[in-house]
């Protein structure tokens, strides 16, 4: 007997498939995620088809409700997979086959996996990015709720991890918002690029059927079809540009985690984590662990490491599908997945986030915050040059050192000792409360600043 391949594209060959091959080959074992998608792509394609007198009326009434019929057998795990069949597109095709029959195989008409995959992807990706974009939004509304509630409460500013000049906590969380808002706009701009149907570019020439894409474009609500046929098939930009906004997301979570570990160990005490989002010691029965926290550190690493491995896989590509391009989808779902959970937990852990004002206070004190606002008195009421009060200010610092005092301790007679012609006015510059309120230029920590930086961000990320 001849020997042969009875795989849909097996025409032209005489061996079967080595197994070792076939499952190295396959991807439905991950692919298969995109069944909806791909089965909301066909069904376009093919109502295109019949609406071009490509194929006819009821040859796609017949593919439509086969395909629902088989995305609601996936829905309810009644479709056995097969690795032989490679991949999600030819599963669906070839159990269409098997429902509806000979219209079945007039599916494909006009169409290839290269252009199908990247359309399925676009579709994949657009849904994810929406959702990744609510979730953000909530993440901004949750932290805008606890900055309203601490607008004023006064905590250590830190440069080099070393307490710098005090802030609110109100003040510190709005930082995080504006982070989150662009990275949003990098999610919208992505999104917005991506927006473009690339079905209808058949396997990387066009087609010489009569179809019209710009039908499929608005179908599957696309901006426009792709302007060119083998940029089509090829191009995966927006997987990277999705990772790449994405470990933006997870650099900014990640600090934030970051902080989270530092200041509710006991050494900084200045916050206190929910005991949902900790854990307990298996052996330590004292502790209790930021563990999401500490994922949400961690992430970045699965993160960027999904973008590096597709970049990896893209350069030097030529033009224009390669089997390499299968690999874009477990670095690209793992991103979507990772990120959003990231950002649901660290929602999760801000709610129920606990300042310790005591503490922040303490920490404060020690670090002489209001040393910057003690020059600034020299330069605005002694009209020293700032560089002169920058250093006999570091002389007061060392007198409070050495006598163990905190700034705002210190008697004008003591002070008097080092900038003869003080006055008491310089007691109340040195109080953190007013070094704060006096920090009112735009932007600034001010609380009034802040109860005003916070309507603008409800407006800003907030409305519609
Ligand atoms: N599973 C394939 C992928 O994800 C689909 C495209 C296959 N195209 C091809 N010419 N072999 O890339």
Redesign the pocket.
């Known amino acids: 007997m001849k020997k042969s391949n009875s795989k849909i594209w097996g025409g032209r060959f005489l061996a079967p498939t080595d197994e070792i091959m076939e499952e190295f080959n396959s991807?439905i074992q991950f692919?298969k995620i995109l069944y909806i998608e791909d089965i909301e792509g066909s069904i376009a394609h093919s109502e295109m088809l019949s609406k071009q007198n490509i194929i006819s009326k009821n040859e796609f009434n017949l593919i439509k409700s086969g395909l629902k019929q088989i995305k609601s057998e996936i829905s309810n795990n009644k479709l056995n997979f097969s690795v032989k069949l490679?991949?999600i597109?030819m599963n669906i095709e070839n159990r269409l086959i098997e429902i509806i029959g000979e219209a079945g195989k007039k599916l494909h008409t006009a169409r290839?996996?290269?252009d199908q995959?990247a359309t399925d992807v676009k579709l994949w990706l657009r849904k994810r990015i929406d959702q990744i974009e609510l979730n953000l939004k909530s993440l901004q509304r949750t932290l805008i709720e606890k900055s309203e509630t601490y607008y004023d409460l006064l905590m250590p500013g830190y440069t080099h991890l070393q307490v710098g000049q005090p802030v609110t906590f109100g003040h510190y969380l709005l930082a995080y918002v504006e982070m989150l808002g662009r990275d949003r706009g990098r999610l919208r701009d992505c999104r917005k690029r991506l927006n473009e149907l690339p079905l209808g570019s058949a396997a990387l020439a066009g087609t010489s059927y009569p179809i019209d894409r710009h039908f499929v474009a608005q179908k599957l609500d696309f901006t426009k079809p792709t302007e060119n046929s083998m940029d089509s098939v090829s191009d995966r930009d927006f997987a990277i540009e999705f990772m790449s906004s994405s470990s933006l997301i997870a650099i900014h979570l990640s600090r934030l985690a970051e902080e989270l570990v530092i200041w509710s160990s006991d050494r900084f005490n200045f916050v206190k984590l929910s005991e949902s989002y900790t854990t307990g010691s298996s052996i330590m029965p004292q502790k209790r662990n930021p563990d999401a926290a500490e994922l949400i550190r961690a992430k970045p690493g699965r993160i960027f490491g999904n973008l590096l491995s597709l970049m990896t896989v893209l350069k030097g590509l030529p033009m224009t599908?390669g089997?390499d391009?299968?690999e874009d989808?477990e670095p690209v779902f793992d991103t979507a997945k990772t990120i959003e959970l990231c950002i649901i937990n660290m929602e999760g852990m801000i709610k129920n986030l606990k300042p310790i004002p005591d503490k922040m206070m303490e920490a404060l004190q020690k670090g002489f915050p209001t040393a910057t606002d003690f020059a600034d008195y020299l330069v605005s009421k002694l009209k020293m040059p700032f560089r002169d009060a920058h250093h006999l200010t570091g002389k007061i610092v060392l007198l409070a050192e050495k006598k163990e005092k905190t700034l705002d301790n210190l008697t004008i007679e003591e002070i008097k000792t080092i900038v003869p012609n003080a006055d008491t006015t310089i007691l109340d510059v040195l109080k953190i409360e007013s070094s704060v309120s006096k920090r009112t230029s735009y932007g600034g920590t001010a609380p009034n600043n802040v109860l005003q930086a916070i309507k603008k961000a409800k407006e800003t990320f907030l409305k519609d």
Do not use: F, I, P
């Open positions: 991807s692919d490679e991949d597109h290839s996996r290269n995959v599908y089997k391009m299968q989808k």
